[in-house]
């Protein structure tokens, strides 16, 4: 008789296929019996990490009900926090991102209090339990960039441009408020495509600006190679630098920057239905992505309000692109890139 089957004539709730304490027979090594640890006092793997979330998570029930928040939905994730979906007194949905008490969640809940802009969600409260911080801050019902990008492969070079000229007005007020931020650490994740079509950043967590400490922050797919350096402090043109790598993969490109040279049935036929305006949209918006993301800063577009100025013209002709470049008084993009 096989092993299941002693275990389950001696009541044994043991795992299937293994012999319990109590089974007759043998292991697999010369009479050795193999042990099951359920009943015998002993955590079996993964138990005692299970009963671990279990109490984090009836912590946490208990902590949002003692500050007038319930029904808790988990909606994502990221590398230090969860993110969840609570309704507060009034029956409106806020997300509530928990993690555990650091100098950086502290930090991100200075930054949230701080930033007051339509493009950053708004700040609700905070506070802390035993080792956990809770930072409540304003829903936004809709789906990251990077799940859209997986379903879709690419978009259109109308929807990115208005994408990014989204993310760079949240941008600019960060750079030119009277304590410059800059925000380090842009990527699909953090951008958030509500129902109605706007677009949002998340993650307040990176940002930074000269009179505190340096700490390096980001991400080698989308962030400025000097952010990455030792003694090297990033600037606008590095934020400008993230825009540009953005732009190109919602364009369709990999994250190492290499084009994509094949794609579901879905963007190939979107590819065929492509037509002239959408071919001149991406050639200008190729010839942005460019100068955005030159390794040398210097040869950089070296502020984002700058590089608003040439989104701003994808849909314009040949002499109002001229005209923007002009006005942008940057002599790389006059010299090398006018049409």
């Known amino acids: ?33 193999r042990r099951n640890t359920h009943g015998s006092g002993v955590d079996p793997a ?28 988990f909606v994502g994730k990221g590398s230090f926090a969860k993110v969840y979906r609570v309704r507060d007194e009034k029956r409106d949905f806020q997300a509530c991102k928990i993690s555990k008490v650091t100098e950086q969640w502290e930090q991100e809940c200075r930054n949230s209090r701080e930033i007051c802009h339509p493009l950053f969600p708004a700040y609700r409260e905070h506070w802390t339990d ?17 799940k859209m990008l997986d379903r879709r492969g690419r978009l259109s070079p109308g929807q990115a441009a208005r994408i990014a000229l989204q993310i760079t007005e949240g941008l600019q007020y960060l750079h030119e408020r009277p304590h410059p931020f800059l925000y380090r650490d842009l990527k ?9 079509g706007r677009a949002g950043i998340l993650d307040l967590g990176c940002l930074w600006n ?11 797919s989308f962030s400025a190679p000097e952010q990455f350096v030792p003694g090297e402090i990033p600037g606008e043109e590095s934020d400008v630098y993230a825009v540009g790598r953005l732009l190109a993969v919602m364009l369709g490109d990999d994250t190492d920057g290499t ?21 001149k949209q991406e050639k200008w918006l190729r010839k942005v992505i460019a100068m955005a993301t030159c390794e040398e800063r210097k040869d950089r577009i070296p502020e984002i309000k700058m590089l608003r100025t040439l989104l701003m013209v994808t849909d314009d002709s040949g002499r109002e692109r001229k005209r923007a470049c002009r006005a942008a008084d940057f002599y790389y993009v006059r010299k090398l890139y006018c049409p």
């Open 1 to 33: 008789m096989s092993a299941t089957a002693d275990c389950r004539k001696t009541g044994c709730t043991g795992t299937r296929g293994r012999r319990c304490k109590t089974a007759e027979g043998t292991g697999r090594k010369g009479g050795e019996t």
């Open 46 to 73: 993964g138990y005692g990490r299970k009963r671990m979330e279990q109490r984090i998570t009836e912590n946490m029930g208990r902590s949002l009900k003692e500050h007038g928040y319930r029904d808790p939905v």
């Open 130 to 146: 035993g080792e956990w911080g809770y930072l409540v801050m304003e829903f936004w019902d809709g789906c990251d960039l990077r």
């Open 188 to 196: 699909p994740e953090n951008i958030r495509i509500r129902v109605d």
């Open 210 to 220: 000269r009179e505190q400490d340096w700490s390096g922050a980001g991400n080698r």
């Open 259 to 279: 084009v994509r040279q094949s794609g579901g049935i879905r963007r190939r036929n979107a590819e065929k239905r492509c037509g002239r305006k959408e071919q």
